[in-house]
């Protein structure tokens, strides 16, 4: 079992809607959460990176942490086509070290004009 | 703002060859990782180095090594190519007096034919 499961979809929706992408992790010492949005053979781009449980909001980006439940989520808000691209969660261990990324395996989404 | 740069971007070898991938991180950043990306697969993490010394080790091939040097890039050198290591190799950078983010490069994508 990985320790990080993300549903790989594909997931569409029509432009405008909200999206809400999740992963879960089984191994609590992961205490720094990212998600990375990756067009088709380009590098990850950081869009989100969060500490504690909660929610965090960065423009129509919204990362939610759940310690306790050991899940993440990413919503996004009114959906563009721009928006289409691969969406992968990624943590990782405090200690120095330690301090490699571990991903989901990505979902891969598509907004529908 | 200034990003990871790599080089080449994109490197064809043949089977048993050798290979030598650049990466010149973001400004200030003082370590370095490098990822394995398959098509259609998360990035694995392979190597990270701190200060020019190795910090953390992942699923790295002995045929593989890699290094630090004093102004921070790093090198990434693969021996006896196989056909299986086709595949987007990724280097990321981060600061540790700063936030746990990692920032990512475009990648090189070694085609071995």
């Known amino acids: 079992q990985k320790e990080v499961e993300q549903d790989p979809g594909p997931l569409s929706v029509p432009e405008g809607a909200i999206v809400s992408l999740n992963c879960t992790y089984s191994?609590?010492?992961?205490?720094?959460f990212m998600w990375y949005r990756q067009y088709s053979r380009k590098g990850p781009e950081l869009l989100m990176c969060?500490?504690?449980?909660g929610n965090k909001e960065d423009g129509r980006f919204t990362a939610q942490v759940d310690k306790s439940s050991k899940y993440i989520s990413l919503f996004i808000r009114d959906s563009q086509p721009s928006d289409s691209a691969t969406y992968l969660c990624?943590?990782?261990?405090?200690?120095?070290?330690?301090?490699?990324?571990?991903f989901g395996t990505g979902t891969r989404l598509t907004i529908i004009p | 703002a200034a990003g990871v740069i790599q080089s080449p971007r994109h490197l064809i070898k043949e089977k048993r060859e050798t290979a030598t991938l650049k990466c010149y991180p973001i400004?200030?950043?003082?370590?370095v990782y490098w990822y394995q990306q398959g098509p259609g697969q998360d990035p694995q993490f392979l190597i990270s180095?701190?200060?020019?010394?190795?910090?953390d080790k992942g699923s790295i091939p002995d045929r593989f090594s890699a290094q630090q040097f004093s102004d921070y890039h790093s090198e990434l050198n693969m021996s006896s190519l196989e056909l299986g290591d086709s595949a987007l190799y990724f280097c990321?950078?981060?600061?540790?007096?700063?936030?746990?983010?990692?920032?990512f490069g475009p990648g090189t994508r070694l085609t071995v034919t």
């Open positions: 180095f701190y200060e020019k010394m190795q910090s």
């Open positions: 191994n609590s010492a992961f205490q720094y």
């Open positions: 990624a943590m990782r261990r405090i200690s120095f070290g330690n301090e490699k990324l571990t």
């Open positions: 969060t500490y504690s449980s």
């Open positions: 400004p200030r950043h003082d370590t």
């Open positions: 990321a950078s981060s600061s540790r007096g700063g936030t746990y983010e990692q920032y």
